[in-house]
């Protein structure tokens, strides 16, 4: 079974990318992240249409040149084609299907011309989806100029209205795989995804991976998405590194940036059974490796943070207690991640990685026993009560594991919607100390049932 899908929505500014990407994942997202601690923008989320589940991207936002408005560009307008160029080949090497939202009311631009012109030389599914035509009985032949474009179907839409938009929903999955969480095969392998910043040493540690004391399987074929995999073979358990290239910086250009590499990162995290967080020691972490690492947590994937270049900072006794104390504090979020400080150029701690890539999958699939999570239940409720609410009292009946990778536990209880997150995060604190799960998002999943109906079943079964 294949892996959910990924749409990019690629195009030029005030083509209304932002009200088609909300539109399609049925809500106004804000402009921070929902999980809580991080500040990243919300750039990608699940969109579920006729029971196929697909990831979209917003690949918008970008405004490079000064007081540009809405009118056309022309060819000569360098720095915003270069830009143009840079969204187009990401959607292209790393989503599934490519929606190439233009203005249908503008006509085609020059612009539109040099997006189609990279899109034109993928084997990916590409759709047009000629937006702000509000009123497509009148305005729907507007979409007829885009076939002009030779990309393929062109679909009239008003994002705003939501108008053509389950038309244009209707092609996408037409192209789009089956998704589901059970992997492709039996793949014993882990397989590990180094992500982080350019310049902080990814190349340096991945050719240090394959070669130091490593027996190097095989090169293998990429996936769909033309990445190359290094299989590599570490004291009898098989791993496999997962090219990442292309995460870019942000350099000059500040709004937007993300959006070009999100895609590319996403595609690796949903390959990846663990991810390699690679912070440059000399700089510290900064807000790109938050968004990465916010990312990360989504994707619930194993992640393990590595300070490289530590050979070159200037340190003393004191340093890497303040150092991993800066990182505790700035991913809040992710209090469980293991922290290591390395130097990919000297080798120094390289060997511990691979150590602890090996615990952080195990923790993914570690199982509880339900006597056991039921017995942690019972202990925690009493250690610390539930909340009332006027008369009611939130009570639990009892909880089970019911998935790996993440793990992920159902507690059964009367009021559901009276648990506060506080709450919820005082009981994943009070998991994680009889079960650290090292590097390991776990979920918690909270489901009604009156103690009536527990009487009955637990009659039936007598």
Known sequence: MAKKGIVALVGRPNVGKSTLFNRLVGRRLAVVSEVAGTTRDRLYADADWIGQVFTVVDTGGIEIIEGWHTEPLSESSDKFLDAIRNQARV?????????????????????????????????????????????????????????????????????????????????????????????????????????????????????????????????????????????????????????????????????????????????????????????????????????????????????????????????????????????????????????????????????????QVVEVNESRYLRIQTSELNRFLREATTKHPPPMKGRRRLKFYYGTQVGVAPPTFVFFCNYPEMIHFSYQRYLENQLREMYPFPGTHIRLVFRGRTEEEMLKRSAKKK
Do not use: C
Request: aromatic share 6%; proline share 3%; charged share 30%.
């Open 91 to 355: 959607a292209i090497q790393d989503a599934d299907v490519i929606v190439h939202v233009v203005d249908g009311r503008a006509g085609i631009t020059a612009a539109d011309r040099e997006v189609a012109n990279i899109l034109r030389q993928t084997d990916k599914p590409v759709i047009i989806a000629a937006n702000k035509l509000d009123d497509l009985h009148t305005q729907k032949d507007n979409a007829l100029e885009f076939y002009e474009l030779a990309l393929g179907e062109v679909v009239p839409i008003s994002a705003l209205h939501g108008r053509g938009t389950g038309d244009l929903l209707d092609a996408v999955v037409d192209f789009l795989p089956t998704y589901s969480e059970e992997d492709d095969d039996d793949d014993e392998r882990i397989k590990i995804a180094i992500l982080g910043r350019p310049n902080a040493g990814k190349s340096t540690l991945f050719n240090k991976l394959i070669g130091e004391e490593r027996v190097i399987v095989s090169p293998i074929a990429g996936t769909t998405r033309d990445a190359i995999d290094t299989d590599i073979k570490w004291h009898g358990q098989e791993f496999t590194l997962i090219d990442t290239a292309g995460i870019r910086r942000r350099g000059k250009i500040e709004q937007g940036i993300e959006k070009y590499s999100v895609i590319r990162a996403l595609s690796a995290l949903r390959r990846a059974d663990v991810a390699l967080l690679l912070l440059d020691g000399e700089l510290g972490i900064t807000a790109q490796d938050q968004h990465i690492a916010g990312m990360m947590k989504e994707e619930s994937a194993g992640l393990v943070v590595l300070v490289n270049k530590w050979d070159a900072v200037e340190k003393d006794a004191y340093t890497m207690t303040e150092y991993r104390q800066e990182i505790r504090q700035e991913l809040d979020f992710l209090p469980y991640v293991p922290i290591l400080f390395v130097s990919a150029k000297t080798g120094q701690r390289i060997g511990k990685i691979l150590p």
